[in-house]
């Protein structure tokens, strides 16, 4: 059960190598988290996470998930419910591609919106009829900017991180009143392995600031988040900028 | 219903029961606190019948009895499962009004016993700051009051009281039992209390006879309330924690006992059982977060401490003006607007006032904004294995639950009372560490191997027992 703070006692992550979602586990450990649920397509990084987390004091396990296989969702987390309440589910998997590459192989292209959107809309649907059933629970989705304004350096990205965030949007709304809570949190430039080599946005974050945000967003029962929180008010100029002042932006 | 009979249900009413429950949409349920919602289905038993079969067709995630929703935390609700509303069992059955005994549902709040009870001469033996409770509650979570140095809790009164347990049977449980001792603090996990005979406390009057004084900090308090305590039958010192420096701890104490008939003014003699309290307007239901926050708060400490006479004995005052002042407001709670509050209570033994005396240091270090809190001295225990109270000091506090940081502060005050061999109160708790539970009520063991036994398939299952694993 979570705390009167929103603390979690048991999290799930999707994706369980995420920087982000590791920063996240790494705090609510701190609190109260005793129980964590790593996803991820087996690997020795997801290994060395669980192992990681484990030297926290936590009961760290792994499960095979593939955020590609949506048909496999299922068969994949049903265990994890059924072995006890999941009071956090962190859906953190994501990837970026390679916008210039990606422009020129609609294949790949395609992987990164069947990662970020559909491997989501999938799991995250999963999740949320669990977390339903359990009465209580949080859904934190982590999109990004990038989904707020298409932008011309990182559109493919960005168009399924829209995706996504009209997705969890729309769920939260679904599930309010059902004990489920579901937030979206949108960071902006993150330094982490998936931005390596990449040059850097204004207002970039870490995966630790992230984390702090999430915490708070859960103690406050927020239904949005951005990191940090000044993107709020430069997201909503952008918004509503016109496109022929978007398109000229240096960023 | 005969108090020594062991009744069973028939399956036909289960099975309308059955019909009912699954038909029922879940709702949102928090405690007092407003904080941590979850949902459950809520069954609002009208007889013994429908509770037992509520019980047997909860399904996998159990249920759990609530009253009048006022434990802070998350002692009434059951996510994903039932909660039993046992409101709708509200008949008084019996008043021996020579004896002064009640037999009744546990459903009756002490609100309404006191406006059957009073106009007899006789009084609830035990009441919290609220009168909003019900006896089932008050049972389930062996309430204390201000006379707990005299009376000790609530459950020290009860004689005996009706359990449905788990098989949905009704079971008659008698004092020095294991079951009752389980039962009564035991936050509704052993079973439903479905009725209880409690003896009453004799008076003559609806007032109370109240003297009140100022300490100007925390030693010149709990030297008052050691030395002189025991001339009081209520006793409580409100505590400014925002006040700092030599002022430390500076409180009002307010203590007295039931007015005696030739006390009164002559106009009052005329009804002298009289039981009118105070409604005021409800609060709103939006209120910004951060109405009470440290300036706010500060500044009504700073009148409350200022406005009281340094020293005034014998004021007579209403029964809902001394015990219950809060209750004037109806839902108060969302005073503390979207965000909810949390309460702390703990108790540590008397020696242990070195806890005491850094607990307060540190409340007042950090500024918390708390806006009512209470010290008090406990009288001697009663026999419940999960019962709050020990002879000691109390100390409760409320504090905004979007306090930056203030989950990690309470655990360090956790420490602070674990270490001191203290505890804190599960009716208000709402984010204790479990791992310092059993540390705090040494007779947790026991009690989780009579609930196995009694309850192997977990019927009976809360929130605060998912988290503290109870």
């Given at each position: 059960m979570k705390d009167a703070f929103g603390a979690p006692q048991s999290l799930l992550v999707l994706g369980g190598t995420s920087e982000i979602a590791l920063a996240t586990a790494r705090r609510l450990i701190a609190r109260r988290t005793r129980t964590v649920w790593l996803a991820g397509r087996p690997s020795p990084a997801l290994e060395s996470a669980a192992s990681g987390l484990r030297e926290l004091g936590a009961?760290?396990?792994?499960?095979?998930?593939?955020?590609?296989?949506?048909?496999?969702?299922?068969?994949?987390?049903?265990?994890?419910?059924?072995?006890?309440?999941?009071?956090?589910?962190?859906?953190?998997?994501?990837?970026?591609?390679?916008?210039?590459?990606?422009?020129?192989?609609?294949?790949?292209?395609?992987?990164?919106?069947?990662?970020?959107?559909?491997?989501?809309?999938?799991s995250g649907l999963i999740c949320a009829k669990a977390l339903q059933a359990q009465g209580h629970g949080s859904l934190v989705v982590l999109s990004s900017v990038a989904g707020e304004r298409a932008r011309r350096a990182n559109f493919i990205?960005?168009?399924?991180?829209?995706?996504?965030?009209?997705?969890?949007?729309?769920?939260?709304?679904?599930l309010h009143g059902t004990g489920v809570h579901v937030m979206v949190v949108r960071p902006g430039f993150v330094r982490s392995r998936m931005t390596a080599g990449l040059p850097e946005a204004p207002l970039a974050t870490t995966p630790e600031a992230v984390a702090t945000a999430i915490e708070v967003g859960l103690r406050r029962r927020s239904e949005t988040v951005w990191v940090p929180g000044s993107l709020r008010l430069v997201m909503s100029a952008l918004r509503h900028a016109p496109r022929a002042v978007v398109r000229r932006l240096p960023v | 219903m005969p108090a020594d009979s062991t009744s069973t249900v028939t399956s036909a009413s289960s099975a309308v029961a059955s019909a009912s429950v699954s038909d029922i949409a879940p709702a949102p349920v928090t405690g007092w606190g407003r904080t941590a919602p979850t949902t459950a289905r809520l069954i609002r038993p009208r007889t013994y019948e429908e509770a037992a079969a509520a019980v047997r067709t909860c399904g996998a995630r159990g249920g759990i009895a609530r009253g009048l929703g006022r434990a802070y935390g998350d002692a009434a609700q059951n996510a994903g499962g039932a909660v039993f509303d046992m409101t709708g069992l509200d008949r008084i059955h019996a008043i021996d009004a020579d004896g002064?005994?009640?037999?009744?549902?546990?459903?009756?709040?002490?609100?309404?016993?006191?406006?059957?009870?009073?106009?007899?001469?006789?009084?609830?033996?035990?009441?919290?700051?609220?009168?909003?409770?019900?006896?089932?509650?008050?049972?389930?979570?062996?309430?204390?009051?201000?006379?707990?140095?005299?009376?000790?809790?609530?459950?020290?009164?009860?004689?005996?009281?009706?359990?449905?347990?788990a098989d949905g049977e009704i079971r008659t449980v008698a004092r020095d039992t294991p079951l009752f001792d389980a039962t009564v603090g035991g936050m509704g996990l052993t079973g439903v209390v479905l009725a209880a005979t409690v003896r009453l406390q004799p008076v003559e009057t609806s007032l109370m006879s109240v003297d009140t004084e100022r300490a100007k900090d925390l030693d010149d308090l709990m030297a008052r309330l050691t030395a002189t305590d025991h001339r009081y039958r209520y006793s409580v010192a409100w505590i400014d924690l925002l006040a700092r420096g030599t002022s430390l701890g500076r409180s009002v104490l307010t203590r007295g006992d039931h007015a005696p008939v030739d006390a009164l003014p002559a106009r009052a003699r005329r009804d002298p059982l009289a039981?009118?309290?105070?409604?005021?307007?409800?609060?709103?239901?939006?209120?910004?977060?951060g109405l009470l926050g440290r300036t706010t708060v500060g500044l009504f400490n700073e009148l409350w401490y200022r406005k009281t006479p340094r020293a005034r004995v014998g004021?007579?005052?209403?029964?809902?003006?001394?015990?219950?002042?809060?209750?004037?407001?109806?839902?108060?709670?969302?005073?503390?607007?979207?965000?909810?509050?949390?309460?702390?209570?703990?108790?540590?033994?008397?020696?242990?006032?070195?806890?005491?005396?850094?607990?307060?240091?540190?409340?007042?270090?950090?500024?918390?904004?708390?806006?009512?809190?209470?010290?008090?001295?406990?009288?001697?225990?009663?026999?419940?294995?999960?019962?709050f109270p020990v002879p000691g000091w109390t100390l409760a506090l409320d504090l905004p639950a979007n306090l930056p940081g203030l989950g990690a502060f309470l655990d360090e005050l956790d420490e602070e009372v674990a270490a001191a061999g203290g505890r804190v109160y599960l009716a208000k708790d709402a984010r204790l560490r479990p791992e310092l539970l059993a540390a705090m009520y040494p007779r947790l063991d026991e009690f989780r191997a009579l609930r196995a036994e009694l309850d192997p398939a977990g019927v009976f299952t809360s929130d605060l027992s998912r988290r503290l694993g109870l």
């Open positions: 009961d760290v396990r792994t499960v095979a998930f593939d955020a590609l296989d949506s048909a496999s969702h299922e068969s994949a987390l049903g265990p994890v419910f059924s072995e006890g309440d999941i009071d956090l589910v962190l859906l953190a998997f994501g990837v970026l591609g390679d916008q210039a590459r990606d422009e020129n192989e609609p294949g790949a292209a395609v992987r990164v919106a069947q990662t970020n959107y559909t491997g989501a809309v999938s990205y960005g168009s399924s991180k829209a995706g996504l965030d009209a997705f969890a949007q729309g769920l939260g709304d679904a | 002064g005994t009640v037999l009744c549902d546990a459903g009756v709040s002490l609100h309404t016993l006191m406006q059957v009870l009073l106009p007899l001469g006789w009084f609830v033996p035990v009441t919290p700051g609220t009168r909003y409770v019900t006896v089932g509650g008050a049972i389930g979570a062996d309430i204390h009051g201000k006379n707990h140095h005299v009376s000790g809790s609530f459950t020290r009164h009860v004689r005996a009281l009706e359990l449905l347990t039981f009118r309290p105070l409604r005021l307007p409800a609060a709103p239901s939006l209120v910004p977060d004021a007579l005052q209403k029964i809902s003006a001394f015990f219950h002042p809060l209750d004037g407001v109806p839902h108060w709670n969302r005073l503390y607007g979207r965000g909810g509050f949390v309460q702390y209570q703990f108790v540590v033994g008397y020696g242990q006032e070195g806890a005491v005396h850094r607990i307060v240091h540190r409340i007042s270090r950090r500024r918390c904004p708390s806006f009512l809190a209470v010290l008090k001295r406990f009288g001697e225990g009663d026999p419940g294995w999960l019962s």
